[in-house]
């Protein structure tokens, strides 16, 4: 081979490195996003099933017992219903 397919010959090898390898990192970085976003999706699932711990400041005063189980969003449904019930 001359001097100048050697050189060619590099730096074919050379380009074909740096491809693979950039591959290879877009690989991993793909690969780690998607752990991390299914890690993100285990932790947001296991908070919302978890149930919440009562406040023990709550529990002694009855008027914040009171509001701290108020859940208006389910009565809101209700109010709504009855209130287009009534026109």
Known sequence: MTDAQVKTWFQNRRTKWRRQTAEEREAERQQANR?????????FQKTI????APDPLCL???????LQ???P???NTAKISSVS???
């Not at 099933?49 to 919440?52: D, E, G, I, L, M």
């Open 35 to 43: 752990i991390l976003m299914q890690l993100q999706q285990e932790a």
């Open 49 to 52: 099933n978890q149930p919440v």
């Open 60 to 66: 002694q005063n009855s008027s914040l017992y009171a």
């Open 69 to 71: 189980n108020l859940q």
């Open 73 to 75: 969003w389910s009565e």
């Open 85 to 87: 019930a009534c026109e």
